[in-house]
């Protein structure tokens, strides 16, 4: 059970937060909300165990001094978010290109990508420390929220996992509130 819940942990938001096509019909500069809808690792419902996971971090996270929990919650994406949510910036650069942003560390690489009204679907192939994940995703915009659903099998020392998620993200605005842009390590 660990090691699943600790798979959904490190990959799924990872790659969920990050598949935001850029242009599309709504991919828009500025703040960002993600929330995760669901996370499903080898047919197993991780929400539970995300939902623990998130409140015993806020619990640790509440007995941090002040200047130490505005400097973690500020590393996180959490500044000022919603519960079980995270907060992005998309640069102007990020949300000017026309291709998925599966990883702004430049690891994986999109390999095909199609367009129908406000939906875009595309495929992706990330190869990062050994583990091999490939899969399908999809975006569909309305007005100012993107609804993303993933679909990826990872490869690795501990074997093969099906992984499948869903989140939603929703634009708040220009400023950034001083969170850095997800491409922000890649300048």
Do not use: Y
């Amino acid at each position: 059970m660990r090691k699943l819940l600790a798979l959904s942990a490190l990959c799924l938001p990872a790659l969920c937060l990050l598949a935001a096509p850029a242009r599309a019909e709504g991919m828009k500069a500025g703040l960002w909300e993600v929330k995760m809808l669901k996370q499903v690792v080898d047919g197993r419902d991780m929400a539970a165990q995300m939902a623990a996971a998130r409140a015993q971090m806020q619990q640790q996270m509440a007995s941090l001094p002040p200047e130490q929990r505005k400097r973690v919650e500020a590393m996180l994406g959490g500044q000022g978010a919603a519960p079980g949510a995270t907060r992005v910036c998309i640069s102007k650069e990020m949300a000017a290109r026309d291709e998925p942003m599966v990883d702004p560390e430049g690891q994986c690489r999109t390999t095909r990508v199609s367009r129908s009204g406000n939906t875009v679907r595309f495929e992706f192939d990330c190869r990062r420390d050994g583990s091999h994940t490939a899969g399908k995703g999809e975006n569909t915009f309305s007005g100012n929220t993107m609804h993303s659903r993933l679909d990826m099998t990872l490869t690795d020392a501990r074997g093969r996992h099906i992984m499948q998620s869903e989140s939603q993200m929703t634009w708040l605005g220009p400023d950034c509130k001083g969170l850095a842009p997800l491409d922000a390590a890649r300048r």
